[in-house]
């Protein structure tokens, strides 16, 4: 028998659900306040590194271990596109100025220490020139994680609705819900049943889940055609640690501040102050970049900053992916997948919620 799924929120999470329950032959109707672009989504805001081991500097192994599981996913779930999608696996690049050397120091003490094998690299001066020619030249030393990736956040959502689509999903923007209940979807007009619902609304379901909060989260988006970075670098700093992550065509996103509130109004001055400077501390070419966009987002995130799978009959949400989406959704979306057709999960799941009826 064909099972039934609705899907509330078409985020990455979402959006990845969705094809995957396409491809297991499931009748999918995909709901969404927002428009197909995304803009409403935290999704379409995110940088989308796939980072499992540099985070391990404020993530706990378990998110590592699945973030590393996942990302082994993404090229399979990229044969799956017709639209071409910008995705990269040439590592990530940490360093801190030399005055900050001790930054460095602690941050590899700390990855090593919750690491289980040896996922970076010391990259000494002569090294990082090769490297990356066009960082600034006080950088002495770095470290290099070569298996961590990048995807294109904009470009994965709209190949993910895409191939839903030619799935046969059928997909409702501009369509708010107004309540979710195991089985049931109402909009407020009209009321939908499925054989399961998957909640997957991002911070939009805080009303309905205890404890959930938003991190707000700041980006500017740049044309640089002085610079040219190969990879994803981080800079360690006690007031402005950020990331510049490439694109094609010389354009950069730099990010990202970490601020708790559920403000989601337009980039503050001061984020934009410190995010600039710290880009032009890593290469001078920033100088003469064109600032194309900026953009906030509000990452939705437990206590703890761990990921839940919250299953009842009927009903399972998945939400709290914080600064994660990208990396773990490949693995979370498989589980709820699992449990919904009640099979043996292919791995260990230790953010399962089982919820009361
Ligand atoms: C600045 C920044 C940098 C980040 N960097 C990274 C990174 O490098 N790597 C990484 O893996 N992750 C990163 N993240 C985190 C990642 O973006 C989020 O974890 C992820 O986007 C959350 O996805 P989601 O699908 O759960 O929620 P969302 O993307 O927010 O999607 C939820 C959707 O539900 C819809 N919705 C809500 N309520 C309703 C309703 N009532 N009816 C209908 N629709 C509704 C919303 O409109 C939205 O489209 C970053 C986030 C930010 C903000």
Aim: glycine share 6%.
């Amino acid at each position: 028998m064909t099972i039934s799924i609705g899907i509330v929120g078409a985020g990455i999470i979402g959006r990845l659900l969705a094809l995957k329950a396409c491809a297991r032959g499931w009748r999918v109707t995909l709901f969404e306040r927002g428009a197909e672009d995304g803009a409403t989504a935290c999704s379409s805001v995110s940088p989308a590194m796939l980072a499992p081991y540099c985070e391990l500097d404020v993530a706990e192994k378990t998110v590592s271990d699945l973030g590393a599981l996942s990302l082994r996913l993404w090229p399979e779930i990229l044969c799956e596109f017709d639209l071409p999608v910008y995705f990269q696996q040439a590592g990530s690049l940490v360093v801190a100025p030399p005055q900050n050397s001790d930054e460095l120091e602690h941050f590899a003490r700390t990855v090593k220490s919750r690491a289980s094998e040896d996922v970076f690299q010391n990259i000494k001066s002569d090294e990082l020139k090769v490297f990356e020619p066009d960082l600034d030249s006080r950088f002495q030393s770095g470290l290099f994680f070569p298996s961590e990736g990048q995807i294109d956040s904009r470009g994965a959502l709209a190949a993910l609705l895409m191939a839903a689509r030619e799935r046969g999903a059928d997909c409702r923007f501009g369509q708010e819900v107004r309540a979710i209940r195991p089985n049931e979807i109402d909009c407020g007009n009209a009321t939908s049943k499925f054989d399961m619902v998957f909640d997957c609304r991002g911070y939009g379901a805080a009303k309905d889940i205890k404890n959930l909060r938003a991190v707000r989260g700041e980006i500017i988006r740049l044309h640089a055609p002085d610079v040219h970075l190969n990879r994803p670098v981080r800079l360690l700093h006690p007031r402005w640690p950020l990331y510049v992550v490439p694109r094609p065509d010389n354009h950069y996103i730099i990010g990202a501040t970490t601020i708790e509130s559920e403000d989601a109004s337009p980039i503050a001055l001061r984020s934009m102050l410190e995010m600039l400077s710290a880009a032009f501390t890593i290469s001078a070419g920033f100088s003469e970049a064109r600032i194309l966009e900026t953009l906030t987002g509000l990452r939705p995130a437990f206590p703890d900053n761990e990921p839940r799978i919250m299953h009842q009959p009927g009903l399972i949400r998945v939400n709290g992916v914080y600064r994660h989406g990208f990396l773990l959704a490949p693995v979370l979306t498989d589980y709820a997948c699992q449990l919904a057709e009640k099979s043996q999960p292919s791995a260990p799941m230790p953010y399962l919620v089982r919820e009361a009826a």
